[in-house]
């Protein structure tokens, strides 16, 4: 029987990747709002002074969310770990948008590694065709065109969950290529007792059945998650290497789920055919 501590933790976690657009945008406006207030505050007016004040705003409801999910931490760092990553390359992401997803053009008979030339290292993922060809399809079109290149990992998950996001141009967690893919691979092998075990790449989505654009996520450690994020490659081992140095760098916020602090940019993304 499950357990109701159970069930809390396993209905927090079919929340993490519905909730990711919005926490991110909320986010956003709230570095936004901050940096006008900064620029506000110390101002004197000649002949009569004038401080005006204001608080930080705070997003209660992304507190309480992530209150569900996540364990509170002991206390916050006082000092973010080296960055142990490069530069990026020179270049900026392209926003580039279809109105279709791409015609099918692989051989799903084939195998297919995308490689992540990133600013830590590079990632090898041996994609599953055969079981996965909308999806695989769609990343060999995608890098073909030059998507990913010059676009930041937004997101690093360290707590409940231990995932690094990638591939929205934008970098908000709010960007696509303005097509949705069907889900895919849900019942793949890999996918025990609602884990996904580190080392699969799997879509993100909103939340809703078929939604998956071209955000992706790179589980470094068995994560608990409801199958419903299509599984479409395994990490090699020396990408695990890179992806466990960028984890251990930790991400921006001390509470788990924020930017990384590692500068996590991939500089070239390429599907090769085998």
């Known amino acids: 029987m499950v357990s109701q501590e159970q069930r809390r933790r396993q209905l927090a976690r079919e929340k993490f990747l519905r909730q990711q657009q919005r926490r991110t945008e909320a986010r956003r406006k709230a ?7 900064a620029s506000v ?30 364990v509170t931490p002991s206390a916050t760092p006082t ?11 020179a270049g900026s992401a392209e926003k580039l948008s279809w109105k279709k997803e791409p015609a099918m053009s692989i051989d799903t008979s084939a195998k297919y590694t995308l490689k992540l030339a990133t600013t830590c ?5 041996a994609l599953k065709t055969s079981a996965a060809p909308h999806t695989v399809n769609s990343f060999d079109f995608l890098a073909g065109k030059g998507y990913f290149d010059h676009t930041k990992c937004h997101r690093l998950t360290t707590q409940g969950i231990y995932v690094l996001q990638c591939g929205d141009p934008q970098g908000t967690g709010m960007g696509g290529p303005g097509y949705t893919l069907p889900d895919e691979n849900l019942k793949d092998k890999s996918l025990k007792n609602n884990t996904y075990p580190a080392g699969t790449v799997a879509m993100a989505n909103t939340g809703q059945k078929h939604t998956g654009g071209s955000q992706f996520f790179l589980v470094y450690k068995d994560s608990q998650l409801p199958p419903s994020y299509t599984p479409f490659g395994t990490i090699d081992t020396a990408g695990m290497k890179v992806l466990n140095k960028i984890a251990a760098a930790g991400e921006s916020t001390g509470a788990g789920d924020g930017a990384p602090n590692a500068t996590v940019v991939i ?6 055919k085998s």
């Open 267 to 272: 500089d070239k993304a390429t599907v090769t």
């Open 31 to 37: 570095r936004l709002r901050n940096s006008v207030i």
């Open 79 to 89: 000092s973010k770990a080296p960055d142990p990553c490069r530069k990026p390359a």
């Open 121 to 125: 290292g590079d990632i090898g993922i």
């Open 41 to 70: 505050l110390g101002v004197v007016v000649i002949g009569s002074v004038a401080l005006y004040t204001t608080g930080v705003l705070k997003n209660d409801g992304d507190k309480k969310e992530n209150a569900s999910s996540q």
